[in-house]
């Protein structure tokens, strides 16, 4: 089963299916659409002068026709179910640009899907995120791409005063190329949670990069990362955190574990302090299998392969221990999936 099959099984009250550049499914629930709740292709929300005031202000500007979907939560709305936005790329390239706005005091899960079914492909997904005061979304993406696709995927954020935004990016088939990177900026009192579960194929140069802003006080922004790279894989993590304000708290945690003599990591932790007041701490490690533990687990009978399994699956799914609740049966299930995958 896809990872796109496995999205879409999940209850979503909103869905938001594209193949290439045709919209294949556009489902919103009526009790969500009757509370103004607005789920539509970016092209057709950009009628919207204010829409249109918020594009490329989370990201740096890229030239590119607005495909990809819009996402309007209304003031003071919580959906439990997630909304789900699924993007499959089969010929060619695909660009997609993603607005997502969440209205003051709001509360959303929000699941992304990218993936590629032809050989050959590339893909740029580009989203930006809006979050009023008081607004909390738990934002779940996952990719899974053929072998020979190319992918760039970035994220801005952009958190009004006491909002948070929790994250967690996972890939259950890594692509021969990708550099993705995530950035927020954080106002008063807001909160930030950038999270990264992933398995390099073999052979294959990722680069995964995460940055906080901490623009105003009394807010807070944690980075944390489990890789686990394989044979002849290249994996470089820039982790990226910078106080602008006093009373402000920053935290960087990148941890690899490299199952092949031949993978190659690199952890990129940057502190930056622009005011006194602010308190930031970073923790990197990169590592291998114990031989102590493998062999304890084969004297307990079993394979060589099946202890290297539950070694990796337990370090991955330390990285789950801070994933929101909605989100925990998901990333679970894909932790054991990579797992075995690491391995293979």
Same mark, same amino acid.
């Given at each position: ?44 929300? =950009? ?63 929000? $699941? ?8 050959? =492909? ?26 020979? $696709? ?19 990016? =996972?890939?259950?088939? #890594? ?63 820039? #982790? ?26 690199? =952890? ?73 995958? #690491?391995?293979?």
């Amino acid at each position: 089963m896809s990872v796109v099959e496995e999205i879409l099984k999940s209850g979503s009250v909103a869905v938001y299916l594209q193949r290439n550049y045709e919209v294949i499914r556009q489902v919103v629930a009526e009790s969500l659409a009757s509370r103004g709740f607005i789920l539509e292709p970016l092209s057709k929300a =950009t009628s919207r002068d204010w829409v249109k005031k918020l594009l490329w202000t989370a990201l740096p500007e890229r030239i590119m026709e607005g495909s990809g979907a819009f996402i309007y939560v209304p003031p003071g709305v919580k959906i439990h179910a997630p909304l789900t936005l699924c993007f499959v790329v089969s010929k060619g390239s695909q660009k997609v640009h993603n607005v997502v706005v969440i209205d003051r005091g709001s509360e959303v899960t929000l $699941t992304s899907a990218c993936s590629s079914v032809g050989s050959g =492909t590339v893909h740029e997904g580009y989203t930006e995120v809006f979050l009023g005061y008081g607004a909390k979304l738990h934002y779940f993406m996952s990719h899974s791409w053929m072998r020979e $696709t190319e992918v760039v995927a970035e994220s801005g954020i952009v958190a009004e005063e006491n909002s948070s935004f929790d994250y967690l990016y =996972t890939c259950l088939r #890594a692509p021969a190329t990708i550099s993705s990177a995530t950035r927020a900026r954080l106002k008063r009192g807001a909160s930030a949670s950038l999270s990264t579960i992933y398995v390099a194929s073999p052979n294959s140069k990722s680069k995964l990069g995460s940055s906080i802003v901490l623009a105003e006080e009394g807010s807070t922004g944690e980075i944390s990362s489990r890789v686990v790279a394989g044979r002849g894989s290249y994996v470089s993590l820039p #982790a990226e955190i910078e106080a602008g304000a006093p009373d402000t708290r920053g935290h960087i945690e990148c941890r690899s574990l490299q199952v092949a003599p031949d993978a190659y990591v690199e =952890t990129i932790p940057v502190l930056r302090s622009l005011s006194g007041g602010s308190q930031l701490t970073h923790e990197a490690a990169i590592g291998k299998i114990s031989d102590e533990e493998l062999g304890y687990l084969m004297s307990k009978g079993f394979t060589e392969e099946e202890a290297t399994t539950l070694l990796v699956r337990g370090f991955l799914e330390l990285g789950v221990k801070k994933v929101p609740e909605p989100l925990k049966p998901q990333v679970e299930a894909l932790a054991r999936l990579l797992a075995r995958k #690491a391995i293979g």
